[in-house]
């Protein structure tokens, strides 16, 4: 039995963000709104689906976008549901595009994360057409729940944030928070809530179908979390190891894992240095580790590289998917927070035996 136990870490780390969004590109699309004459006011008149009395939600990622489907169940006369990242892109790299600002503009109910990767949302709210939207900005409901970026050991830091001592008091001043909240299934039980409320405000002729849909979904979403626990007490080890980037950290904390990455959640980088992969072979080899894991869109350079460096040489290598890039395919395949999140816990379970 490999148990461990839970090692040293830098919270407040200023880590890269990773967020290559094009604030010109974003300022552009405004600019062209306002010379065309085409002001988000001039839209007011209709919702996305174009039927005035819907109510119209917004959500800009996934798992938001589930939750609220779940929250809306079978009222989809009534309600039109909108994803904005439905094409793959990654939450660090999305530009808002002027349909999509408009779409934000004319909604009831908008949800997004409210980390730096979405922080172009301000500008698209202060265009909003309607007063009365109902706004989840999930970091604020989660309040001191939200987690400080972290590195630990053996993790590259970005370029411009060296892990010395100068680094960690700047990091101090100015916390980077980690955005992927929702990768956590008590987070989940919580923002479904949170979205159930906001609709019900919304739309409170349909408030009791809001509430009790809700409610059914949130003991789903309570089962699964007791089968990652169950999971996690079961495991012969309690450290995982990420040759990626580590968008995780909610889940780790929430069974009380250990872990190991390449890269920070949010960090830019893509190509881990010598020392990196030496070090994670090395955690590898020493923890009798039986799994390499990625993320989901990896190619897997990093992880052939440390298994390459690694003694035995024989660790499988597994994905996580971090419902950072689900496609309208994905969804219509039957792609599902739960059903993603079910097939991470498998993962898990082979990670940890």
């Known amino acids: 039995m490999k ?85 793959g892109v990654d939450l660090h790299s999305y530009q808002p595009t002027v349909d999509d600002i408009l779409t934000i503009s004319n909604c009831d109910v908008f949800i997004y994360v409210g980390g730096e990767s979405d922080a172009w949302v301000t500008d698209a709210l202060s265009q909003a057409a309607n007063e009365d939207m109902q706004v989840i900005r999930l970091m604020d409901v989660l309040k001191d729940s939200v987690k400080e970026e972290e590195l630990v050991e053996g993790m590259q830091a970005g370029d411009d944030h060296e892990s010395d001592g100068d680094s960690e008091e700047s990091a101090e001043e100015t916390p980077e928070y980690d955005e992927h909240v929702w990768l956590s299934l008590k987070n989940a039980k919580i923002l479904t809530d949170a979205i159930a409320q906001a609709l019900e405000e919304a739309d409170p002729d349909n408030a009791e179908a809001y509430s009790e849909n809700a409610k059914v979904y949130m003991d789903k979403l309570t089962a699964l979390d007791e089968e990652y626990q169950k999971a996690a007490l079961a495991g012969e080890r309690d450290t995982i190891l990420f040759a990626d980037r580590f968008p995780f950290r909610y889940l780790t904390d929430d069974y009380d894992l250990n872990y190991y990455a390449a890269f920070a959640g949010c960090s830019a980088e893509t190509e881990a240095s010598f020392e990196t992969i030496l070090f994670l072979a090395e955690k590898a080899d020493e923890l009798e580790l039986p799994v390499i894991l990625t993320i989901d869109g990896s190619d897997q350079t990093i992880a052939e590289a440390v298994i390459n460096s690694t003694n035995a040489k024989d660790q499988k290598i597994l994905s996580m998917n971090s419902m950072q890039s689900i496609t309208a395919g994905d969804m219509e395949d039957g792609a599902s927070y739960l059903s993603v999140m079910e097939e991470n816990l498998e993962v898990l379970k082979e990670a940890l035996s």
């Open 3 to 87: 148990k461990m136990s839970k090692q040293t870490r830098k919270t407040g780390s200023s880590v890269s963000a990773g967020i290559s969004v094009s604030w010109k590109a974003i300022a552009g699309a405004f600019a062209i709104l306002a010379a065309t004459g085409m002001t988000v006011s001039a839209f007011s008149a209709q919702n996305v689906s174009g039927a005035k009395d819907s109510l119209s939600v917004v959500a800009a990622i996934f798992p938001a976008y589930d939750w609220a489907r779940e929250v809306i169940g079978d009222n989809t006369e009534t309600a039109d549901l909108t994803l904005l990242l439905d094409s």
